[in-house]
């Protein structure tokens, strides 16, 4: 009686050698996806940075804008000293303003 297991024997180790490639592949995706998701965040980040500074710009600007309205006109500056006013609701807002 002949057995012939040597072949059943190495497709047995060229499927575990498959299987280990896949296994390392796997693994590498899984690294290459942690890897996107962090510079994912970090833009995310930034880009919430750049908004924050870019609305902070904005409200310097109009505020500069405002400063030199009131300055060159006594009307405008009643007004919007009346609109600031009825907006401000903290005292250390309104101290700011005289109101």
């Known amino acids: 009686m002949v057995f012939y297991i040597p072949k059943l024997t190495v497709m047995t180790k060229s499927a575990e050698n498959i299987e280990k490639k896949i ?3 796997l693994e590498k995706l899984k690294q290459l996806k942690a890897q996107k998701q962090a510079i994912e965040a970090r833009e995310k980040t930034k880009q919430k940075e ?5 609305d902070t710009r904005r409200k ?3 505020g500069s804008y405002l400063i030199k309205k ?8 009643e007004k919007i000293l009346a609109e600031l006013n009825e907006y401000l609701i903290e005292d250390r807002d309104r101290k700011l303003f005289n109101l």
């Open 70 to 77: 009131m300055q060159s006109n006594e009307a405008n500056k």
């Open 60 to 62: 310097i600007l109009l």
């Open 50 to 54: 750049q908004e924050r500074k870019d």
């Open 23 to 25: 296994e390392a592949q």
